[in-house]
RNA sequence: GCCGUCCUAGCUCAAUGGCAGAGCAAACGCUUUGUAAGCGUUAGGUUAUCGGUUCAAGUCCGAUGGACGGCUCCA
């Protein structure tokens, strides 16, 4: 018996070939290429020749499919051999590759055929496809290279998703709207966090008061937490030499990311595209002993890459980057319990940030690019051991990932789900026998004789820009009390009682509270809606009747939170709350 | 970088090839407000930039820049 996940596998493959079939039909000459499952939906690959075809067809083409969905009782499978495949598909060029490529592969060539379309492939399908594929929605189009190759010819990609039944399919799109709605940029602008600007450049964003103290808020709590657990800070230079980069092996490996160099007296620089020479250096500036390990550099630490121009976005993907950088240089010894220190602080950070489900995945190299990779197998061998018995002993969750390591060691990278249910990468664990060796970082053990460390490369929410989109995402924008800019806005009822407010004001500043006045000339209602789309926690309401409850020592204020009215309070008792919130981080 | 879509006031958006407009925000005034939008007035534009077609271009064509959806990439 298939399982849930096979079935839906099943159902959204089926669904593409529904989609390739009324396409065909829609434009006769049509080469569908690939159309697998994916995990939200499915995708179809199509070479339209000449024609264009834009979201607008997207209804047609639906519209097709129901037409189309009642014939298709059956898929019938058969199999052929490549000879009988060429001719079958003599039209189609990509399944002809394929098909080679499959034969090649020693696999068994199988058609299937729901009654009137004949296809190549090789995944599975429903058994009643005019019974289950009922729940279906096209949702964009785009280009895609055949074979994921930018060498190669960009296809039309149409994309879509079905599910079992009509709530889960009307979940799904909501899930969709709702991601749309609380877009960082869309919420960046709103709430004035962030702006990107054409005169300063693609890819820069700058952050404003609001968004500044969000990211102050994040580093001052990184700061605490890296200090109690034994960290030293340090702050580096943005800019370095070239040749550094070239006995590192980044300039070789990353020359594509790196920004070209520039000369200085001389000499040719570069901006930093990460920070561990510079951290290496600090290593090196004086003699190490055993008795010193493990040292443990860290640094927000601001990094300039090249990324395609298609590929930037909003503060996920940027060109000015700040990494919240670590290097841990220690003794073989010392490897186990260095992961575990490293993994309870990324544990108390997606805590503190809400953030309750993640797994990770270990990252390991791929043996046959010799390329990417510093070539020593032993070594690699031992180091992605290490890591995945740290995993066991720490029983993570984890995928295998072949091929993504660094080129300097395999890591474990932390992929979290936010409150909507979507993947985010952030935390990074690399393990680096090579480093040390390569540039002589060495220290004296107990016997009097050098030895190389090993190097812990730790990026703790892994850039700090995508970290503020990935939590304007994950809150909507409502921050919770700790990382809102703004976590008070006193409102007067009329400005009869801006005095008062006045002294509010004073009394929640002295508690180092965030706090703002509404003066503007506007009914209460107007300024509470302001309060609550800007996503303030607290609303402070003062008034005739406020001043009449108050004492001398102990003003009386009415208290609203983001979605309720909470009543009067004192202002000292509602003090007491905010800092024991804040103090909590909830 | 590649395929596709798009770019009009600070923001969100209108305007068959024929006088560039609205709402919000802003400034000023009236109102002094009781839990999600009080009223009025004013100001705000080289329609991304450059070039072309046309009697006439926000609108059509080309180039450049930028944004968005993907692809590729993401140390």
Redesign the pocket.
Known sequence: MENKNDYLQNLRHSCAHLLAKAVKDLWPGTHNAIGPAIENGFYQDFDFGKV?I?EEDLAKIEKRMKQILPQWKKFIFNEVTLDEARALFKDNPYKIELAKEFAKDGKQLQTNDPGDFLDLCKMGHVDNPSHDLKHFKLL??????WR???KNK?L??IYGTCFPSKDELDKYLWQLEEAKKR?H?ILG??LDLFV?D?NIG??LPLLTPKGYIIRKSILDFEYELESRAGFSHVWTPHIAKTEIYRQTG?FQH?KE??YQPFGIDNEEYVLK??NCPHHYSIYKSKPRSYRDLPIRLTEPGTCY?Y????????LL?VRALTIDDSHILMREDQIESEFELCLNLIKKMFTAFGLHKYYVRLSLADPSDSIKYIADKKTWDDASQILQNIINVNKLNFKIAKG?A?FYGPKIDFIVQDSLGRDWQMS?L?LDLFMAKKLGLIYTDEKGNPQYPVII?R?LTGSLERTLAILIEHYAGAFPLWLSPVQVMIIP????FLDYCQSVYNLLTAANIRVIIDK???????K??QG??QKIPY?C?I????VAASKNNDIIA?I?SREK?LGQSSINEFVKTLLDQVDKKI
């Open positions: 264009k834009s964009s189009v785009a280009g895609a290279y994921g190759d930018e960009m039309t990609r877009d940029r602008k709103s990107i054409d693609k890819g980044h990353y990311v790196m595209p990460m890459r990324e395609k121009s298609g590929e930037v976005a909003g993907r993504e660094s990074t690399q490369h990026g009822v009329s400005d009869k503007d000339n506007k009914p209460l209602g107007a509470i809606r609550v789309l609303l309401i008034g005739e009747k406020e009415s609203r009215d």
